[in-house]
């Protein structure tokens, strides 16, 4: 979150809509009428990567969620019934340092609905891409999540589970690409290259197939639906640059 609070959620509970959760691994803004994330961000860097542990797949609940609430389970997502994934935002592959770390990544407060076309295609490509830029020597600042409500798995349309999840329209993901180093947020300038993703959470628009850089957006626009401000601890002078700009690299 070193580059901000974009909902200003905070850990009260009446926040119940932009409950803040900062874990180790990667902080979110809880949503409890959805039963979802709002945003989750995380940083990524060589050492997050080791692959010292293996994907864990141990999908549970999340017991730091306030005790009186709903607590999503993995079979809520009941694959058979309506065909999304339980789509990862902050993904296992970008936690492998120890079994804790991975471990984390498949707690219910990390999942949406996702199309699987979505989630193992164009997705899960640029998940790929932003590991490969850090073994390449930069780290990132990443931040994702859901919008809207509509998706289309194999199984049809749906906008909402049994329990109460939201299905989201879109997943969206901004990705801020430095040199690996320090005092980051003071690296941040005009030039730095900033990726931003707007996806239709459908099986259909989204294909498989399709890659990444056809989805790319400003982080103006992401802004604009989701009524965020991302990066909002970068000067605004840097900002109205960086995030009016669309991704061509
Ligand atoms: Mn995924
Ligand atoms: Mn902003």
Known sequence: MMLGNPSNATDAIVNADNYLMV????????????????????HLYPNDITNAADRQDDFRADDMLPAGWYHVTESDFDYATYGFDRGHM???????????NN???????????????????????????GRSLVNSGYELYIIGGPYGQGGKSAKGTFSILASGVVVPS???????????????????????????????????????????????????????????????????????????????Q
Do not use: H
């Not at 959805?34 to 989750?40: E, F």
């Not at 969206?172 to 900033?194: A, E, F, H, M, Y």
């Open 23 to 42: 874990k180790s691994q990667y902080s979110l803004s809880y949503n409890n009428s959805k039963l979802t994330t709002n945003w989750t961000s995380w």
């Open 103 to 129: 471990s984390a990544t498949f707690l219910m407060t990390n999942m949406i609905p996702q199309a699987p076309n979505n989630n193992q295609g164009p997705w899960a490509k640029l998940e790929d891409y």
């Open 90 to 100: 902050c993904p296992s592959a970008d936690r492998t340092s120890s079994i804790l």
């Open 170 to 248: 879109y997943t969206w993901k901004i990705i801020v690409v430095i040199p690996n180093g320090n005092n980051d947020l003071s690296r941040i300038s005009n030039t730095t290259r900033v990726i931003a993703v707007w996806m239709p959470n459908n099986n259909d628009t989204c294909p498989m197939s399709s890659l990444w850089t056809s989805y790319r957006v400003s982080v103006d626009y992401i802004e604009s639906q989701t009524g965020y401000d991302f990066l909002s601890n970068v000067s605004s002078t840097i900002q109205d640059v960086i995030e009016a700009s669309v991704d061509n």
